[in-house]
């Protein structure tokens, strides 16, 4: 039985998180101190995804402007993206559809998840009803409110958007879920 492995990229802006959810789902670990990735990273995770073993090679890109051609390389064959948005940062959520606009120019049938981070602090500018619209306008799989400081559905983030590709592969006859 072969298990999937799936090439999926954390998208945002600069300083929304998008290295912590990594380091907080691949190692169970939480720095308060991350220097902004310059280039990209890129680590292994494997988890239960419908009950079947999903290798997750996750791609950590820079966010910083300097950085998208760099990206849209780096999006290649991917076949689902995290687009991350700081809860207490409102441009990084009004920032979400150019980053979707840049993730379309290459994967145009990728699936991708809104991912809400930063949950465990006071201060949110962003209410649950704008998240909702966001989501809907989007077309987003799914959408989960995570803190990589705590683990708040960290894992559930990477869950969702497991579930999502597989569901889109499985519509297109590529796999079917007997086969894994």
Known sequence: MNSPNFKVVLAGDVNVGKTSLIHRFVNDSFAKDYLPTLGFQIFIKSVQVNDIS??????DVGGGSSFQFLRKNNYLHSQGFLLVFDLGKAESFKNLERWLVEIRDVCPQAPFVLVANKADLPY?????????????????????????????????????????????????????????
């Open 54 to 59: 999903v290798a997750f090679q996750i791609w």
């Open 124 to 180: 949110q500018e962003i209410s649950l009803a704008e998240i909702n619209a966001k989501c809907d306008l989007l077309g987003a799989s799914g959408k989960v409110f995570t803190s990589a400081k705590t683990g708040l559905n960290v894992k559930d983030a990477f869950v969702i958007l497991g579930q999502a590709i597989i569901g889109i592969l499985e519509k297109k006859n590529f796999v079917k879920s007997n086969s894994w």
